[in-house]
């Protein structure tokens, strides 16, 4: 399978007559980039706002990040997702680089919603902060979950995944600037030299804690939660052929746009043929009942085993009851002669002092801990807010609190704000970004 | 000026050794023996104003009334922090340094710095509460102790960014808190680099250590018929206790346990016994101990035949909060009387 990424570098983000790049200006209409993410007539009111690094502006509840892209030849940039199904990974498709479309609600957030603060103290939490975007702000009238905690925010989901799409097809017919091949032999057909390389699989473990469907992580739009864990190509993930879900505390969460980019696997591809022989991904889930987790975590080690590898990566996208499974995931495969790196991040609590995961196996002896998700933070206000900076305080934000005895609201009068890191959107980055660790105090 | 008080043993304290360990608490004003190279380390910033003296002995004896005539010499005293040590790796003196900086840390609300020898029991005993400095084995290491507690003092005093404890020299106290790397490396280098030395057999380190669990394999079950001939003896984590509570056994963060005579007694009754755990809503067990230590039932066990008795004392403590270094001493001292006494059969009941 081969994925040929052409690369677009936006320089600029601008308003125009006609959506086009050009010398890494990219233009957009903006009523014909609206009236795209109006096809869905749940949209009731939307706007689109372009915040670039160092503004001055506050973003919350962030739903979703994708990456604008357009696939050569045709078909959905999300297969199963925004249109029919089809084999991502094997093929070319256009990537405008250093910016992104992030989805906020104009009011309404939920407990897997973020914030990103472009610029001050703030900015450091989140990768987004360094990307020029292109905000989607909008409302629905998905009235049934308006108050409720937990949202599928599927209007809004879709409309960013088609204005991604839209934005995308600007670099269709253009010559990109750069070209990043992503080519991996069938496992048994590699040269003896990559062969005798430690054999590495990367195990990821998106998240599907959610029974009712339309919460989870999707793969070609299949709820993880119905699956069991599968053998999938890298370069299907960096394709499209994962999309994030609306359900975890947000720093825990990998967003569309992380899927796509996914560093550690960008990271094998580079090591690939040098230090390790890369095998490809497993796909397993993090579902909620024992023997579900015993289940994945037994596919997990078999096909690890039966494809040969003598080293796995297992991240999971999550944090408590799903520690459980990335336990129960590290353990099988040491178990089965696999040495196996973990790479996470820990919910120690606000005082740091409560044991890092829920489970704990002396097996895990290697971890790479991006951060801790109860992590206070207190920010000043900002000057502009996009969303509903209350959003933070009234919807459940995961890391947010209408009041608290001690610390008060999570939104003070003033608009400065008190949180815990589990708002922060995507902020542990434990798809690679993340330049966080843990140390003992 | 900023203000400090030190704490020293007898030794230390220039009192004399072994003989005078019984040294009742003296509080002196200025400088005695390390005080000196504490206030010459701290600066100009920081003065060592009062030294306190206590023997090793009184302060592991009469430890309430130690501490409690010391948090007495503090009243109304100004002071910005409290030293105590370094301990080197003196048990008893570890012990009180830990006990007293506790003490004041929670009355006065200062910060309190000490200093033991990773060899040192006081360091388990007390490294979740407290800074404990990574010391050396003896008084030879005397300088650079008292300098790494000085120098830390002044970051507590002027409000400086604190490093991570492996950084800055104590022992950690389990506190694990997000910082960024500096110089950044992401987290795709650092798998990989783990990777290639887990595979290759290199040591490698791991970003989050697993607490080691000291697992004690479950012992082979007993048959009815050996049961029926032994005695059972119950050991309690569960708190209950005598009204009173004679031993005077914390309700959190237990360091004593107990032990009570039951063999004349055919049920645990409310008013007699009750429990003093502080993990818990207590009224149920209140109401009825045997919930917790179930003599009624055992009783009822070795009239049918099915025990050959129940043991004349059941042994208690408390769990909540303990800390598992505290845990297990508490259980080896617990098994030894067990096994001397010739128990063959126990039931530990937890709450």
């Known amino acids: 399978m081969k994925l040929e990424l052409g690369n677009f570098y936006v320089k600029d983000i601008q ?18 980039a609206l009236s795209v993410v109006k096809e869905d007539e749940h949209i009731t009111e939307a706007d689109i706002v372009i915040v670039k690094p160092g503004d001055k502006v506050r973003l919350v509840p962030v739903k979703e990040a994708i990456e604008p892209r357009h696939r050569i030849g045709g078909g959905p940039l999300f297969p199963g ?98 070209v990043e091949v992503y080519e991996l032999p069938p496992v048994t057909k590699r040269s003896t030299e990559t062969s005798k390389l430690p054999s590495v699989v990367m195990v990821l473990q998106p998240q599907s804690q959610m029974e009712e469907l339309g919460y989870n992580d999707l793969c070609y739009g299949w709820d993880c939660n119905r699956m069991v864990p599968t053998f999938m190509h890298p370069n299907e993930v960096l394709d499209g052929a994962m999309i994030s879900g609306s359900f975890m505390p947000c720093s825990s969460k990998w967003s569309t746009y992380d899927f796509q980019n996914f560093p550690m696997i960008k990271r094998l591809y580079q090591e690939h043929g040098k230090t390790v022989n890369f095998l490809g991904v497993i796909m397993s889930n993090l579902n909620v009942a024992l023997e579900q987790k015993q289940r994945a975590a037994q596919f997990v080690a078999q096909m690890a085993k039966s494809l040969g590898a003598d080293a796995a990566i297992v991240a999971e996208e999550g944090y408590g009851n799903p520690d459980a499974d990335f336990i129960a995931c590290i353990v099988a495969l040491e178990d089965a002669g696999v040495k196996t790196i973990g790479l996470t991040n820990e919910c120690t609590g606000r005082d740091g002092a409560s044991q890092p995961l829920v489970t704990l196996d002396a097996k895990a002896d290697a971890i790479v801990s991006c951060g801790n998700v109860s992590d206070l933070i207190i920010l000043p206000p900002m000057e502009t807010v996009i969303g509903e900076l209350q959003a933070l305080a009234r919807d459940g934000l995961s890391g947010g609190w209408d009041n608290d005895t001690i610390l008060g609201p999570s939104v003070r009068e003033d608009g400065s704000i008190i949180m815990e890191n589990n708002a922060m959107f995507c902020s542990d980055q434990v798809v690679g970004w993340s330049t966080k660790t843990m140390k003992e105090f | 000026m900023k203000k400090a008080i030190l704490y020293l043993n007898q030794f230390f304290g220039q009192i004399g050794g072994e003989e005078l ?3 009742a608490p003296e509080i002196r004003e200025g400088l005695v023996g390390p005080a000196m190279e504490l206030n010459k380390q701290l600066g100009d910033e920081v003065e060592v104003t009062h030294t306190i003296i206590c023997g090793d002995n009184f302060m592991g004896s009469r430890q309430e009334e130690a501490i409690n005539t010391i948090l007495g010499f503090l009243e109304g005293k100004e002071f910005d922090i409290f030293f105590a040590g370094p301990a080197f790796r003196a048990g ?13 840390q929670d009355k006065f609300k200062v910060p309190t710095i000490t200093s033991m020898n990773d ?7 007390f490294r979740k509460e407290l800074f404990i400095f990574k010391g050396g084995a003896s008084a030879a290491a005397m300088r650079n102790d008292v300098k790494a507690m000085a120098q ?103 360091t004593k346990w107990g032990k009570y005579d039951i063999s004349k007694l055919e049920d645990l009754v409310k008013g007699e016994f009750m429990t003093i755990h502080a993990g818990f809503d207590p009224m149920a067990a209140n109401n009825d101990p045997d919930v917790i230590v179930p003599l009624d039932a055992l009783r009822a066990y070795e009239k049918e035949g099915k025990i050959g008795g129940v043991y004349k004392y059941f042994y208690s403590t408390v769990g909540t909060g303990t800390t598992q270094a505290e845990a297990a001493r508490m259980g080896k001292e617990i098994a030894a009387e067990l096994v001397e006494a010739g128990v063959k059969a126990v039931i530990l009941t937890s709450t």
């Open chain 2, 21 to 23: 360990a019984d040294h």
């Open chain 2, 152 to 254: 830390f003092g002044l970051k507590l005093i002027k409000r400086e960014e604190l490093l991570p404890a492996e950084e800055e020299g104590y022992f950690g106290r389990g506190i694990r808190k997000q910082v960024w790397l500096n110089p950044p490396v992401v987290a795709t280098e650092r798998v990989i680099d783990m990777l290639l030395k887990k595979v290759h057999g290199q040591p490698f380190e791991t970003e989050l250590p697993i607490p080691k669990q000291d697992l004690v394999p479950i012992a082979k079950a007993l048959t009815a018929e050996e049961l029926s001939k032994l005695e059972v003896a119950v050991v309690t984590s569960g708190g209950i206790v005598p009204v009173g509570n004679p031993d005077r056994i914390q309700s959190a963060s237990a």
């Open chain 2, 119 to 125: 060899e040192n029991p006081g360091v388990e005993m």
């Open chain 2, 92 to 104: 008893r003196y570890g012990s009180a340094c830990g006990n007293i900086c506790k003490a004041v």
């Open chain 1, 81 to 178: 997702v925004t249109g029919d199904l089809l084999q991502a990974g094997d093929g070319k498709s256009h990537a405008l680089k250093g910016c992104s479309v992030l989805v906020v609600g104009k009011h309404w957030g939920g407990f897997q919603d973020g914030l990103i603060d472009m610029s001050g103290e703030g900015a450091k939490y989140s990768y987004y902060s360094q990307l020029k975007n292109i905000v989607l702000v909008a409302d629905t009238d998905e009235n049934f979950e308006k108050r409720e905690q937990q949202k599928k925010n599927h209007a809004l989901r879709w409309a960013g995944m088609r204005l991604a799409e839209y934005i995308g097809a600007a670099v269709a017919d253009l010559q990109p600037e750069e």
């Open chain 1, 15 to 32: 308003f125009g007559e006609k959506t086009q790049y050009n010398n890494g200006i990219l233009t957009i209409n903006k009523n014909a």
